[in-house]
């Protein structure tokens, strides 16, 4: 048995040396089951989360080793969830827990398609709660639920556009490194880091931020039902206190998760019910304060957005990230 060891430790060793490559050795990931968090009776309300940064990417494809949980994108996830609890003839609603300071606009918009469907598929109230930080493409996501309740200490808002990209020029310049670029047109690399945007280029950028802000804009009239001066008022890219997103009708009332749980139950009629969750097997979830997954560390998540927006290029996102 030695052998097949040793032959196993040469093998993965080299890879292991490199810091990006692991041996993920956990099970395969595994269809969602339903557990009570609490409450009884036949009728259900489903719990389920958008947290972090929102992204249509899922995890590194770098492997892990060790004990790891399985995990899928947030996307994937929060569709799986969705689908599962509208095929449920006894969910009689859903609550939607945000904390998440945006993404990127595809991702956000997607997040926010996707309750919608659900609403219509299901024909259930949804209710949007947040918690530390729902901005910008978090509180895109929220307009896609019929009520919004923000805790006494949630940070919202933020609701606008920004484009991030590298610039190195002057970097290289210093040591002496150049980039060339055989392009089809003159625009080709608009948003190269290896060289100075001009002023025509900006103003194309520009036109794209400014189409993106048409849209929430848009979800912001037609979520809050409010006057189209006042949304730009409000969309500036300033962020609101709980109290100051209410006073500016931005969300529906400020409480904390069980405030939002006996809304939801008053909205479907209802004096019991079951709050449930799905998760996978191996996943430990014992109150409504539990995530879906284990949430990656702060300093991950700050790398993660990090490479995100600039290792990949210029790019388009509904982030508040000061």
């Known amino acids: 048995m030695r052998t097949p060891l040793r032959f196993l430790t040469v093998l993965v060793f080299p890879f292991l040396a490199t810091g990006c490559i692991s041996v993920d050795l956990t099970p395969r990931i595994k269809s969602l089951e339903e557990r009570t968090v609490e409450g009884s009776g036949r009728t259900k309300i489903v719990l389920t989360d958008v947290s ?73 109230p949804v209710v949007a709660v947040m918690m530390d930080v729902a901005a910008s493409g978090g509180y895109y996501v929220a307009l896609g639920a019929d009520t919004i309740v923000a805790h006494p200490t949630t940070v919202t808002g933020s609701i606008g556009v920004i484009m991030l990209t590298l610039g190195a020029e002057g970097l290289m310049q210093k040591i002496g490194v150049t980039a060339d670029a055989i392009k089809s047109g003159a625009r080709k690399d608009m ?88 998760h996978r097997p191996s996943e430990y979830r014992a109150t409504y304060y539990a995530r879906s997954e284990a949430p990656s560390s702060s300093l991950d998540m700050s790398l993660s957005r990090l490479a995100t927006v600039l290792g990949s290029g210029p790019g388009f996102f509904y982030l508040w990230w000061p």
């Open 52 to 124: 972090g940064f929102l992204s249509e990417e899922g995890q590194s494809q770098t492997l892990v080793i060790g004990p790891s949980s399985p995990h899928v994108g947030l996307l994937v996830r929060f569709r799986e969830e969705l689908k599962k609890a509208a095929e449920d003839s006894d969910v009689a609603a859903l609550i939607a827990r945000i904390n998440s300071p945006g993404g990127t606009v595809t991702a956000s918009d997607i997040l926010f398609r996707e309750l919608q469907t659900f609403k219509r598929t299901a024909k259930v």
């Open 191 to 278: 948003g190269s880091p290896f060289r100075a945007m001009t002023g025509e280029e900006r103003q194309i950028f520009q036109s794209v931020i400014d189409g993106l802000q048409s849209q929430f804009l848009a979800r912001l009239i037609e979520s809050r039902k409010i006057p189209m001066d006042t949304a730009k008022r409000l969309a500036d890219g300033r962020v609101y206190t709980a109290q100051q997103a209410l006073d500016a009708k931005l969300i529906d009332r400020i409480g904390y998760m069980d405030d939002a749980l006996e809304l939801t139950k008053k909205a479907i009629g209802v004096d019991q019910a079951k709050l449930i969750v799905y």
